[in-house]
């Protein structure tokens, strides 16, 4: 079986323009890669995203790699040194939008699986499941496949998510959790009037201050083990007013809240709710309506053999033991915990969003053969 080079892969995926919610064929050069190693592919459609999941194999256990085809705008193209879509290759570095995030992981897996079939069939299934909104409002990627499989009873019973979860050098850092998030928009409805009779009117900014100045000041926890501490950051408050002599009607609020396995989303919305309540009752006249919408949950994939294998696979490919962390933002890592246990691992994540994201070609062959050495590792101890 003739083994695909990780480079040319990815060079084919980055000149795919495939910005959130669009395609462009992008998963399309990923089946045909998979077809070809034997792997049976599944196209899972769901509102405007293409997603797939592919499946080699039909005994247990089934190992997942997930990542996404989905790419951030380019920005301002001028401002790159060669076209963001055209995977150019310069003294030996891919440049291109989604070079690390994470077209490159994709790219490194899939030849990771063709050096391993070249070798004989794993003891167990390889599979993958690559979405196309994890850029985006992630509504109808992951989350939509997640739930799909398990209706269907598809068992997966571990998944390496192939985001770059590398700090300064390939292998360094593998995430084995993350902290949740929830937004929170806040409004404010008062009484428009005259500045100079406030008696005449209900100022909505009052309250609005009174609150968030509450929920800033409030000390959500010390940390969790493994974890830093959950921090709450308000991020826009919009009155809207052009006029200086004018109390306005209304004003709005937003936050994020950031949180570790120390609270649930429940819990904080609750929270919320009750200083809500609070700060209406301090200012009669003036209602105070909130929103919630959550990007997840805090999730952790404790220490133990599955983590240990990934960790043995770094240190046989690589030469370094990675340190197991929790920080940074979130994945989809965060909705594929509901089926198995996940981490975590891939390519430097430095460049990625930015103006010519690149990697090394000498990183992307790294990290295949680091791919390769965890599915030898894991079908050895699992399979």
Avoid at 170 to 198: C, F, T, W
Avoid at 287 to 294: A, D, I, Q, S, Y
Wanted: hydrophobic residues 40%; negative net charge.
């Amino acid at each position: 079986m003739a083994q695909i080079d990780p480079v040319e892969l990815a060079k084919a995926l980055i000149r795919r323009p495939s910005v959130t919610p669009r395609d462009e064929g992008a998963m399309d050069v990923v089946q045909q890669a998979l077809e070809g190693l034997g792997f049976s592919c599944r196209r899972m459609r769901f509102g405007e995203i293409e997603n797939l999941y592919a499946r080699l194999g039909t005994q247990g256990p089934n190992l997942c790699f997930a990542g996404h085809t989905d790419v951030v705008p380019p920005g301002e193209t001028d401002a790159w040194t060669s076209g963001p879509f055209e995977g150019e290759v310069r003294d030996g570095v891919l440049y291109g939008r989604g070079a690390a995030d994470m077209k490159g992981g994709i790219a490194a897996f899939i030849s990771a699986a063709s050096q391993v079939l070249a070798s004989g069939a794993p003891r167990g299934s390889l599979s993958l499941l690559i979405t196309g909104d994890e850029e985006g409002v992630a509504t109808h990627g992951t989350r939509r496949v997640v739930e799909a499989l398990m209706a269907q009873g598809e068992k997966i019973d571990a998944c390496v998510v192939g985001e770059p979860s590398s700090a300064e050098t390939l292998g360094d850092m593998i995430k084995i959790g993350r902290r949740g998030s929830m937004n929170a928009e806040i409004a404010a409805h008062g009484r428009q009037g005259h500045v100079a009779y406030p008696h005449r009117a209900a100022n909505p900014v009052r309250p609005l201050v009174r609150l968030l100045d509450r929920l800033q000041a409030h000390r959500l926890d010390d940390g969790y083990p493994q974890f830093q501490p959950s921090n709450l950051e308000v991020t826009s408050i919009d009155v809207g007013n052009p006029a200086t002599n004018v109390i306005p009607a209304r004003a709005v609020a937003r936050l994020n809240i950031r949180f570790n396995p120390a609270h649930t989303s429940a819990t904080l919305a609750d929270w919320l709710d009750a200083e809500r309540a609070r700060a209406e009752a301090d200012f009669p006249g003036v209602k105070l309506e909130m929103k919630v919408h959550v990007s997840g949950e805090a999730f952790l994939t404790e220490p133990g053999p599955f983590v240990e294998t990934v960790v043995e696979a770094c240190e046989s490919a690589l030469g370094r033991r990675p340190e197991l962390s929790t920080t940074g933002g979130t994945s989809d890592a965060r909705l594929i915990c509901r089926m198995c246990p996940v981490l975590e691992l891939g390519l430097v994540g430095k460049s990625m969003h930015g103006v010519d994201e690149h990697v090394p070609e000498t990183d992307l062959r790294a990290l295949a053969g680091l791919y390769r050495a965890l599915i030898d590792r894991y079908f050895a101890r699992f399979g």
